[in-house]
C-alpha cells in the first residue's frame, strides 16, 4: 500500500504538469477555437530562458520574467500564424502555422543553448518529506502548488477584470461579443499569450526535477493534449481531473507493469473517450442549428 500512495503521490504531480498545459489549450480553444500546437515549444523556451536568468535573479525572481517571456511569445504566435488563417477563414491553415513557428522556436532554442540537455538548479531541498510512509519531493509539492496557483490566478483575472469578463464573453459568443463592441482580435490575442505563458511557467516548474532542452515540451504537450481531450477542451476542471487520472495511470504501469508501456493507459482512455463521448468528460455537447 505504501509503494502504491508513493506511485500516486508521483503521479498527481506529473499529472499538474499536464493539467498546467492543457489548461492553454482550453484558453485559446474557448475565444477562437483553435489551438496553439507550438504549446511544448513555449515550455521549453521557457525553461531554458529560466535558466538563463537563474544565475543572476535566482529562481524566484526569475519567475515573473519568464511570465512576460512567454506572454509575449504567445501574442507573437496569434499574430503570425493564427490570426491571418483566421481572417481568411482557413479552417486548417492555423494548424500548420502554429505546428510551423513551434518547429522555429525549436531551432531557435538548440542554435541558443545548443542541442544537449542542461540541468536546471532546483530552490528547494532534494531531502523529501515523509507523510503516512510516503516520500515527497518538496519540488513535487511545489509542482502542484504552482500549477493549482496559477490556474486559480487565470480563473479570477476571468471573473474580475474588465479584459477577464471579454475574454468570457468571447469564449461563450464571438460575434455578439463584436457586436457590443468587444475587441475580439485582441481577446484572441490575450488568450494566446496567457495559455503561452501558462506553458512557460510549467516549464520552469518541471525543469529542475528533469533536464531542461529544446525537445523537452515535445511529449509533454502531446500528453497535455490528450489531457485536454479527455477532460474536455471546454472544461477547466476537466483537464485537472483528465491530467491526474493520466499522470497516476503512467506511474503506476510503469511500475506494476513495465515503463516501456507507460504511455499505452492515456492512449487507450483516450480512444475510449472519443469513442463514447466526443466532447471530453466533462466538455458540453452543443446543438447547430442549420
Do not use: C, H
Amino acid at each position: 500500500m505504501t509503494i502504491f500512495l508513493q506511485l500516486v503521490a508521483s503521479g498527481v504531480a506529473v499529472g499538474m504538469i499536464y493539467a498546467a498545459i492543457a489548461f492553454g489549450y482550453q484558453l485559446t480553444f474557448a475565444t477562437s477555437k483553435t489551438l496553439n500546437f507550438g504549446q511544448g515549444e513555449a515550455l521549453a523556451m521557457g525553461a531554458l530562458f529560466g535558466l538563463t536568468l537563474v544565475p543572476f535573479t535566482g529562481y524566484w525572481l526569475m519567475i515573473p520574467l519568464v511570465l512576460v517571456f512567454g506572454f509575449g511569445l504567445g501574442a507573437v504566435v496569434e499574430r503570425l500564424g493564427v490570426r491571418p488563417a483566421i481572417a481568411i477563414k482557413s479552417e486548417y491553415g492555423w494548424i500548420m502555422a502554429t505546428i510551423a513557428l513551434g518547429i522555429i522556436f525549436k531551432n531557435v532554442a538548440e542554435n541558443v543553448w545548443g542541442r544537449d540537455d542542461l540541468p536546471f538548479p532546483s530552490p528547494l531541498p532534494d531531502v523529501p518529506y515523509e507523510i503516512g510512509g510516503v516520500r515527497i519531493l518538496p519540488m513535487e509539492m511545489l509542482i502542484v502548488a504552482g500549477a493549482l496557483l496559477m490556474m486559480l490566478a487565470v480563473e479570477v483575472f476571468n471573473r474580475k477584470s474588465i479584459w477577464g469578463k471579454a475574454v468570457v464573453a468571447t469564449s461563450n459568443d464571438i460575434d455578439a461579443a463584436g457586436l457590443m463592441g468587444i475587441n475580439t482580435k485582441r481577446v484572441i490575442t490575450l488568450s494566446y499569450s496567457i495559455s503561452a505563458m501558462t506553458a512557460a511557467f510549467a516549464g520552469v516548474l518541471v525543469a529542475p526535477v528533469t533536464l531542461t532542452g529544446a525537445t523537452m515540451g515535445s511529449v509533454l504537450a502531446l500528453k497535455a493534449f490528450a489531457v485536454a481531450i479527455i477532460g474536455g477542451l471546454e472544461s477547466g476542471l476537466g483537464v485537472i481531473v483528465g491530467g491526474l487520472i493520466l499522470g497516476v495511470a503512467e506511474t503506476l504501469t510503469g511500475f506494476y507493469i513495465s515503463t516501456g508501456y507507460k504511455d499505452v493507459p492515456g492512449l487507450i482512455l483516450l480512444l475510449v473517450v472519443l469513442s463514447i463521448r466526443p466532447v471530453g468528460l466533462f466538455g458540453k455537447a452543443v446543438i447547430k442549428k442549420v
